[in-house]
């Protein structure tokens, strides 16, 4: 019997996860690229203002 250790099992698990999410995400980089979109110019901008200073943490 070639029975699987539960190592084997996760392994597997976790590659074929990472596959199917490398898949998804490139399906959408290929989807933007066909339709001429910029998936990039969706995001919004980082800013630094939008983070929270130690100051403002502690006197709220």
Known sequence: MN?????????????FLIAITGFF???????ALVTDQDIFSMLPRFSWDMI???DEIFNR
């Open 52 to 54: 929270n200073t130690w």
């Open 25 to 31: 995400l490139t399906s959408i980089v290929v989807a």
């Open 3 to 15: 029975q699987k250790t539960e190592f084997q099992k996760s392994m597997e698990t976790y590659a």
